[in-house]
């Protein structure tokens, strides 16, 4: 569901209101037609369309105050983890092993990185920048990271990371997380 709901409640919101004219019109029929029903019959479906109004009416004060909508908490997470992920990291090579939950693949290119930077084929800025998402990426896998490893993490990890390293906690799923890097991995092939 691509929307997310948003399409869905849009549809709904219409439907209910479509809802209301026809309660309205039947409430306006009734009225002209009350001579050609007998009391009772009058009253009792003038009861049940007024109750019919009362319940449509709630249910869209509730849709229009933003109480009720078919966006669910789990859509509204997986949005905040994709985003979060999206700028965490800007290396599709390391969203790709981060999602395929390759760890021995991510410290093999962090020791390519390391040679790389020593013969100066790799400056400083994407070093630091690949090298904090390859951490990452192996402390959300349930890596180990050395105490060194650990100290370049906190100096270096940006707002982003901090963000992904928040959001991907409170969603729980580690399977979900990677879901949600295979999505980024194919939406960055595109």
Partial sequence: MASRGTTETSKLKQNLEEQLDRLMQQLQDLEECREELD?????????????????????????????????????????????????AFKTPEVIRMFAKKQPRQLRTRLAEMD????????????YTQQKVEILTALRKLGEKLTPDDEAFLSANAGAALSQFEKVSTDLGSGDKVFALASFEVEKAKQ
Avoid: F, H, P, W
């Fill in 39 to 87: 009391a009772d019959e009058y009253e009792e479906t003038k009861k049940e369309t007024l109750e019919q109004l009362s319940e449509i009416n709630d249910s869209l004060k509730k849709i229009m105050s933003g109480d009720m909508t078919l966006v669910d908490e789990l859509s509204g997470m997986q949005l905040a983890i994709q985003a979060a992920i999206s700028q």
């Fill in 115 to 126: 040679r790389d930077l020593m013969v100066g084929k790799l400056g400083r800025d994407l």
